[in-house]
């Protein structure tokens, strides 16, 4: 007689094992899902919520100026004391020390400057306040001029992804980096100088004027290095 060929029955401890990975397998793939729709939901709420933009509001209003009959000035009078100056008027030398000190790769990057953001970003996750904010030339332009300073809590996220939309989306696709520059340096506020017509100093040509007695387009290395420091 033949003999019978044990049969084999299958483990149940071996089929307990198959159901958990299939569940753990599942529930990865499902909390996968969650996740990139969360993302997508708050891009869109990003997109959404973005205040509209205006690009009249990146040229910033200059004062009026009142003349004697001989052309000597007489008087200021506005929001602020301001002259709009070019990028052909800016010297190398602020053009450098602005860069240097603001955004390194402001001429290589679109807006955002990815490896920087990302190293901020887990500084200040990891409680380092020194970690800095990854703010580029041209998100501090959004958030001047259309945002705000809100840096706590999710209004600070929403507020720091809507400045990266619009300053990828917005801003570096509209216009040069020689304009943007333009609007950076034009719409700073320096200080109060007390005059009661007008807010105080606005803007790098008046803050020349003021501190040193000077157009931009004149200022040294050393004055140049102190209007980066004062932006």
């Not at 800095?132 to 209004?155: R, W």
Request: hydrophobic fraction near 40%.
């Amino acid at each position: 007689m033949k003999k019978m060929k044990p049969i084999k029955v299958k483990s149940e401890k071996g089929k307990g094992r198959r159901i958990v990975k299939s569940t753990i397998l599942s529930a990865i793939l499902i909390g996968g899902i969650a996740i990139v729709s969360l993302i997508l939901i708050f891009a869109l709420y990003i997109i959404i919520s973005s205040p509209d933009f205006d690009k009249e509001k990146l040229y910033s209003k200059e004062a009026t100026v009142l003349y004697y009959k001989d052309g000597t000035e007489l008087a200021r009078f506005g929001r602020e004391n301001r002259v709009l100056v070019s990028y052909e008027d800016f010297p190398q030398v602020l053009i450098d020390a602005i860069v240097a000190t603001e955004d390194s790769r402001f001429f290589q990057h679109s807006g955002l400057d990815l490896a920087r953001f990302l190293k901020a970003s887990a500084g200040q996750l990891a409680g380092n306040d020194k970690a800095g904010g990854a703010s580029t030339l041209t998100m501090q332009v959004i958030k001047k001029t259309y945002t705000s300073s809100e840096a706590h809590g999710l209004a600070g996220i929403v507020r720091k992804f809507t400045d990266i939309y619009m300053s990828v989306f917005k801003l570096e696709s509209n216009y040069t980096k020689e304009e943007i520059l333009e609007f950076y340096v034009n719409s700073m506020w320096f200080a109060n100088d007390g005059n009661l017509n007008y807010t105080g100093i606005a803007g790098v040509e008046q803050a020349c004027q003021h501190y040193f007695g000077k157009s931009v387009s004149d200022i040294s290395l050393a004055e140049a290095s102190i209007i980066a420091g004062m932006f």
